[in-house]
């Protein structure tokens, strides 16, 4: 089945975090880039999460173009990621960094992480998706967590499939879904933002409550939920998970041929959490302008153009050409649920330290 064959490439995205806008008619291959013809021979060291993917030509092509050799250096997911550049903010282990993401930025900017620069190529990217920015970082690619929906399970069992986060209390849906720890997940993190979004301060604990009643199970990871417990693949028992508006189209990508003709699963478009992530240049490298050279061609057309199917990913500039299974498949929700970043950074640590207490105490 799809599922099992998709995880592979699913698991990376859900160990970084990733959110969207449809492209507009702008032309990707207009947006102006400041990535100079060349550099002095030098290696820039970009910190990322394990989910980062590029195909290698790409980077093959920056470094005989520019003289700047880019080492990808991994260190677990975004909350990660995050820590560690705060811990050696001024002093990093590298030049520049991707893959913070629109739940985690405020702590990032308040801890000094950056050294403020915005990409000239950011002209092309949508106002919606710079937001709280402080022009210190540069939108890259964006996505949506959601909950992901069974199709054929719900039509073998003749269920209506739930339509808003409501259904997912009542009876007919019980023992039916599972999500990731919000203190352990990135998407769990995002689903309780759906949630706090959705249901405000004053009811999200309740709903929270009113789920834990209905038999939502939790677990600590994406891998987890849905390699194990989702029942697309035949591997679970629960055919309602937290995961990614682009998983429908992960599993005809994935698929052993023949592809299947259709994903085997839906979207739930009210569910939809929109997370961005973007990219910056670290405080104390000592080598700023090929850092910014870096962040400029993570916006570069042919960059923009592979991030759907190697991240599973939108691209953040407008216009940026989608391949057609992508395009057909990933849901694009028409509103999807956002929260300040500063409002997140204030509140996130009471928001999961509570959410812990009425889901798992």
Same mark, same amino acid.
């Given at each position: 089945?799809?599922?099992?064959?998709?995880?592979?490439?699913?698991?990376?995205?859900?160990c970084?975090?990733g959110?969207?806008?449809?492209?507009?008619?702008t032309?990707?291959?207009?947006?102006?880039?400041?990535?100079?013809s060349?550099?002095?021979?030098?290696?820039?060291?970009?910190?990322?999460?394990d989910?980062?993917?590029?195909?290698?030509?790409?980077?093959?092509?920056?470094?005989a173009?520019?003289?700047i050799?880019?080492?990808v250096?991994?260190?677990g997911?975004?909350?990660?990621?995050?820590?560690?550049?705060?811990?050696?903010?001024?002093?990093?282990?590298?030049?520049?960094?991707?893959?913070?993401?629109s739940?985690?930025?405020?702590?990032?900017?308040?801890?000094g992480?950056?050294?403020?620069?915005?990409?000239?190529?950011?002209?092309?990217?949508?106002?919606?998706?710079?937001?709280?920015t402080?022009e210190?970082?540069?939108?890259?690619d964006?996505?949506?967590v959601?909950?992901?929906?069974?199709?054929?399970w719900?039509?073998?069992?003749?269920?209506?499939?739930?339509?808003?986060?409501?259904?997912?209390?009542k009876p007919?849906?019980?023992d039916?879904l599972?999500?990731?720890?919000?203190?352990?997940?990135?998407?769990?993190?995002?689903?309780?933002?759906?949630?706090?979004?959705?249901?405000?301060?004053?009811?999200?604990?309740?709903?929270?409550?009113?789920?834990?009643?209905?038999?939502?199970?939790?677990?600590?990871?994406?891998?987890?939920?849905y390699e194990?417990?989702?029942?697309?693949?035949?591997?679970?028992?629960?055919?309602?998970?937290?995961?990614?508006a682009?998983?429908?189209?992960?599993?005809?990508?994935y698929?052993?041929? *023949?592809?299947?003709?259709? *994903?085997y699963?839906?979207?739930?478009?009210?569910s939809c959490?929109?997370?961005?992530?973007?990219?910056?240049?670290?405080?104390?490298t000592?080598? *700023?302008?090929a850092?910014?050279?870096?962040?400029?061609?993570?916006?570069?057309?042919?960059?923009?153009a592979?991030?759907?199917l190697?991240?599973?990913?939108?691209?953040?500039?407008?216009?940026?050409?989608?391949?057609?299974?992508f395009?057909?498949?990933?849901?694009?929700?028409?509103?999807?649920?956002?929260?300040?970043?500063?409002?997140?950074?204030?509140?996130?640590?009471?928001?999961?330290?509570?959410?812990?207490?009425?889901?798992?105490?």
């Amino acid at each position: 089945m799809a599922a099992a064959a998709a995880a592979s490439a699913l698991v990376l995205a859900a160990c970084g975090s990733g959110a969207g806008t449809s492209p507009s008619s702008t032309s990707a291959s207009s947006t102006p880039s400041a990535v100079p013809s060349t550099f002095a021979p030098t290696t820039v060291r970009l910190l990322t999460h394990d989910s980062f993917a590029l195909t290698e030509s790409l980077l093959d092509d920056f470094e005989a173009r520019t003289g700047i050799t880019v080492e990808v250096v991994t260190g677990g997911d975004a909350g990660e990621l995050v820590n560690k550049a705060a811990l050696t903010a001024g002093n990093p282990e590298g030049d520049v960094l991707f893959g913070v993401d629109s739940t985690l930025l405020s702590r990032a900017l308040q801890s000094g992480v950056f050294d403020p620069y915005e990409s000239p190529a950011a002209s092309g990217v949508p106002s919606e998706l710079k937001t709280a920015t402080q022009e210190a970082v540069t939108p890259v690619d964006y996505g949506d967590v959601c909950i992901n929906v069974d199709d054929a399970w719900f039509a073998e069992k003749g269920i209506a499939k739930p339509a808003t986060l409501d259904d997912l209390v009542k009876p007919e849906y019980r023992d039916l879904l599972v999500v990731e720890n919000a203190a352990t997940s990135s998407p769990g993190l995002a689903f309780l933002l759906a949630t706090v979004a959705t249901y405000g301060e004053d009811g999200y604990q309740d709903y929270w409550s009113k789920l834990r009643a209905n038999g939502v199970k939790v677990v600590n990871g994406w891998t987890e939920a849905y390699e194990g417990e989702y029942t697309v693949g035949g591997k679970g028992s629960r055919p309602l998970v937290v995961s990614y508006a682009s998983s429908p189209p992960a599993e005809i990508v994935y698929a052993s041929d *023949p592809k299947p003709a259709k *994903p085997y699963s839906s979207v739930m478009e009210s569910s939809c959490y929109r997370q961005v992530e973007y990219a910056g240049v670290l405080a104390g490298t000592e080598q *700023p302008e090929a850092a910014r050279a870096v962040v400029d061609w993570l916006l570069s057309p042919a960059v923009q153009a592979d991030v759907p199917l190697s991240m599973f990913v939108f691209p953040a500039v407008k216009g940026t050409p989608l391949p057609d299974v992508f395009a057909t498949w990933a849901a694009t929700p028409a509103s999807p649920l956002v929260l300040d970043p500063a409002e997140i950074d204030a509140k996130r640590s009471q928001w999961v330290d509570a959410w812990d207490q009425v889901t798992l105490r």
